[in-house]
């Protein structure tokens, strides 16, 4: 049965969006390609929002914005709000190791209820459910504020003002099987690298990356400070 909040009645479309790549052979019988279309739908609607409701803010900031919403955490964060957790149809590898609890699938599963929700009822309907689901988030952007989440919009502002220069990631490995795979990214500087990260996605293998890196450029700065105290 679908959860209450969500305004879809197709059963047989929300069990698609619900359902991970695990528990079925068939690839397209997953919820990958709903989580496709709706993060495209999901993307335009807030960058939509924020354009009409933040007139003053430059590229940059509308940016920045974007990506401190439409990003893991919030969208975990919402799946579990509307109990999407408890709807997940996974296969027993996933089950077993959490995978019902993991932020990357939660994230998908939200996109892919954004699709499906898209496709039964078009973009009024979608704009309203996007809007109503995120406006916490929305509401902390629209202060300036950044989204604890997201490691990788704070490295790009750290990289800007220390070096001007921007962050490039790169996944160097991926490994495991189709429907438990595991993401190892590097985040380089003028083809340094900085730091490795790995998760059960390329985002996740992004932010871990991104997240390390800080830690140790914060490291680099508290060190610097040491020393200088000692002369």
Do not use: C
């Not at 929300?14 to 993307?43: C, N, P």
């Not at 354009?51 to 990003?71: I, T, Y």
């Not at 699938?105 to 898209?118: C, K, N, P, S």
């Amino acid at each position: 049965m679908i959860p209450k909040p969500i305004p879809l009645e197709n059963e047989e479309l929300f069990k698609l969006a619900v359902r991970h790549r695990s528990a079925t052979d068939k690839i397209t019988d997953s919820y990958e390609r709903l989580e496709f279309f709706g993060d495209s739908v999901l993307g335009l609607v807030i960058a939509e929002y924020l354009f009409e409701h933040h007139p003053d803010w430059d590229q940059g900031m509308l940016s920045k914005a974007k990506s401190s919403v439409v990003q893991e955490g919030p969208l975990a964060e919402a799946a579990l709000r509307l109990g999407l957790d408890k709807h997940l149809e996974l296969g027993l590898s996933e089950e077993t190791t959490g995978g019902r609890k993991r932020p990357s699938i939660l994230a998908d599963v939200f996109e892919a209820i954004v699709g499906g929700i898209y496709l039964e009822s078009g973009l009024e309907v979608v704009r309203w459910y996007i809007l109503e689901q995120l406006s916490p988030y929305l509401a902390q952007v629209s202060t300036g504020d950044v989204s604890p989440y997201d490691f990788k919009s704070k490295l790009q502002e750290v990289a800007q003002a220390l070096w001007k220069k921007t962050p490039v990631y790169r996944v160097v490995q991926e490994s495991g099987v189709p429907h438990d795979k595991k993401f190892t990214v590097q985040v380089t500087f003028d083809n340094e690298v900085i730091a490795e990260g790995s998760g059960r996605s390329k985002k996740e293998g992004e932010q871990a990356a991104a997240k390390l890196a800080l830690e140790m450029i914060e490291r680099s700065r508290r060190a610097r400070e040491l020393i200088d105290l000692d002369f």
